[in-house]
Each structure stands twice: as C-alpha cells, then as structure tokens.
C-alpha cells in the first residue's frame, strides 16, 4: 500500500472513531441540560406546518419556507421543556385590633 492510502484510511478510521465517542457521549448525557424533551416536538423543535394540513396536498407556505415543518410554539423552537416564570405576591394581611 502507498503512504497515501495508509494516510486516508487512518484518517477515515479516526473521524469514524470521533463519532462513535460523540454518539456515546450524547447518549448518556443530551445537550439539553437539565430540562426535559418537549413533548409537542419530542425534542426536535420543529413541528408539522399547518399548510401540510391541507386538502389540496400542497406543501408550503411563509413559515415554513416550503419544507412543511415549522418551529414548535410550545418550546419555543429549542426542543427542551422551559420553566414558565411566575411571580408570587404574598401581602400581610390586615387584622384589626
């Protein structure tokens, strides 16, 4: 074998060896972080395009650029569960004397 070849094949060995550490990698712990898939998008972010519902079997519109998926309006886009902010107001209540 020429010294070209063995350089492509261990250089095709290695990205092959990088992705399977990045795989593993990913599935014991998902980029997400500490909050969960959204169930709407199960994760992807992107949701079926309410002009893929149509009767007339055409596919696209401006949101989503004709691909038929749109960003998911319950995570945002992101694919993960987001906390919702709320703030709670407690007052003292006045008792009379």
Same mark, same amino acid.
């Given at each position: 074998m020429s010294p070209i070849v063995l350089t492509q094949l261990a250089t095709?060995?290695?990205?092959?060896?990088?992705?399977v550490l990045v795989k593993s990698v990913m599935d014991q712990k998902p980029?997400?972080?500490?909050?969960?898939?959204?169930?709407?998008?199960? &994760? +992807? #972010?992107?949701?079926?395009?309410?002009c893929s519902r149509w009767s007339?079997?055409?596919v696209g519109c401006r949101t989503c650029a004709g691909s038929g998926r749109m960003g998911c309006s319950s995570c945002g &886009? +992101? #694919?993960t569960g987001r906390p919702?902010?709320?703030?709670?107001?407690?007052?003292?209540?006045?008792?009379?004397?």
């Amino acid at each position: 074998m020429s010294p070209i070849v063995l350089t492509q094949l261990a250089t095709g060995l290695s990205v092959l060896a990088g992705a399977v550490l990045v795989k593993s990698v990913m599935d014991q712990k998902p980029m997400a972080g500490p909050f969960p898939r959204c169930p709407s998008c199960n &994760g +992807t #972010g992107r949701v079926s395009c309410l002009c893929s519902r149509w009767s007339d079997g055409d596919v696209g519109c401006r949101t989503c650029a004709g691909s038929g998926r749109m960003g998911c309006s319950s995570c945002g &886009g +992101t #694919g993960t569960g987001r906390p919702i902010p709320v703030q709670i107001s407690a007052r003292p209540t006045n008792r009379p004397s």
